[in-house]
């Protein structure tokens, strides 16, 4: 499939990350984790769910990676707790801790509770409340990119819809391109079409949008017969896991996303981020191996871009990422969609594209 050298020759590229959902009352992975221990009660899995979260600092990623390790070891019926270890982890001043063994079948069942959570959890957005965050946003953006020359890519690890949410209420003056397709033959069906993005062009007056998940959507589902990816209700059933697919790159390690919907995305970021002049990372804790790879190989071929990183932990994060160092980078502080914070940090959004794109 061919780039589309429009939407490649940007200016302006927007990444969020879990910190722009945070405005939205969606939980970090860390705070998913804190919520998800308060409802363990619940599930006969809960007690293997505290210590693995006890052993591994509330970390999702570490969590999931741990158990699917252990699901893709076939000759290993089953996982042994050190009490010695969680003692000091979990509980130091309590009584001791027994051991405790995790089979394969327990394994499995946690990671269903876990991955059906994250579906239930980031399958609602309030349109109110994602217009009120939004819209002073893309207003600061466009002000300064010409909505006539220029679309905006945003790039997003986000599960959740809130693009799509924001751009179907205000419909008449956005116009969203987000590889979804009404398939001619069943026109009830929406599915993944590439080629949408290959196509796209600056085609009337609106504010173009162009959406790319990289990690996936809440919303989308592999068909395992056909193969086809389509937009379907934001749902995960354990059951029916062997007819249909969530769409969903689960945080787990370095992930290498090779296969649809995921591989374009990331031929775009990478490509975007060869002839972007600013990348604008919002509540972003670049910690995905293949968004930094990315990166920092752009930055190696385009010495014009520049990143900077919206966050209340801005500097901290950019500083320990030493590869970054000899590029340029600027923390902007501020809890995104934050009334306290905006202002702030909106003039210092509008101050760095204007700068940028007159360099």
Not at 61 to 87: A, C, G, K, M, R
Not at 137 to 153: E, G, K, Q, R
Not at 189 to 195: C, G, T
Not at 219 to 233: E, F, V, Y
């Amino acid at each position: 499939m061919a780039i589309n050298q429009i939407i490649a020759n940007s200016p302006v590229i927007l990444f969020l990350g879990a910190g722009a959902s945070s405005a939205l009352g969606k939980p970090t992975m860390k705070e998913f984790v804190s919520k998800l221990k308060q409802e363990s009660s619940h599930y006969p899995e809960g007690k293997l769910l505290l210590l693995t979260a006890a052993a591994r600092d509330d970390d999702l990623e570490l969590i999931l990676n741990d158990i699917e390790t252990f699901l893709n070891i076939p000759y290993v019926s089953s996982l042994n707790y050190d009490p010695v270890f969680l003692q000091a982890k979990y509980d130091p001043t309590g009584k001791e801790i027994e051991e405790i063994s995790l089979q394969r079948e327990d394994a499995a069942q946690l990671r269903h509770i876990i991955r059906h959570r994250i579906i239930q959890e980031y399958r609602h957005i309030d349109a109110k409340k994602v217009a009120e965050v939004y819209d002073p946003l893309f207003d600061v953006i466009f002000s300064a990119v010409n909505p006539a020359l220029h679309c905006l890519p945003i790039f997003t690890s986000n599960y959740d819809l809130a693009i799509e949410t924001f751009c179907k209420s205000h419909y008449s003056g956005y116009d969203l391109t987000d590889g979804l397709d009404h398939d001619p033959f069943e026109r009830e069906e929406i599915f993944w079409n590439p080629s949408r993005f290959e196509f796209f062009r600056l085609s009337r007056e609106a504010r173009h949008i162009v959406l790319f998940k990289l990690h996936g959507s809440v919303n989308l589902m592999r068909a395992m017969d056909s193969g086809k990816i389509i937009q379907a209700p934001p749902m995960y059933d354990a059951i029916d896991s062997d007819a249909y697919q969530n769409m969903i790159i689960y945080p787990a390690g370095n992930k290498v996303a090779i296969t649809e919907p995921y591989i374009t995305g990331y031929r775009y970021f990478t490509k975007c981020c060869e002839h972007a002049k600013l990348i604008l990372a919002i509540g972003y804790s670049f910690r995905d191996y293949d968004t930094v790879s990315s990166i920092i190989r752009a930055m190696e071929a385009n010495e014009n871009i520049f990143l900077a990183l919206l966050s209340p932990n801005s500097y901290e994060i950019l500083q320990s990422i030493p590869l970054l160092e000899t590029f340029q980078t600027n923390p902007l502080f501020g809890y995104f969609g934050d009334s306290r914070d905006a202002s702030e940090y909106l003039k210092n959004i509008k101050f760095w594209i204007t700068k940028r794109l007159a360099s």
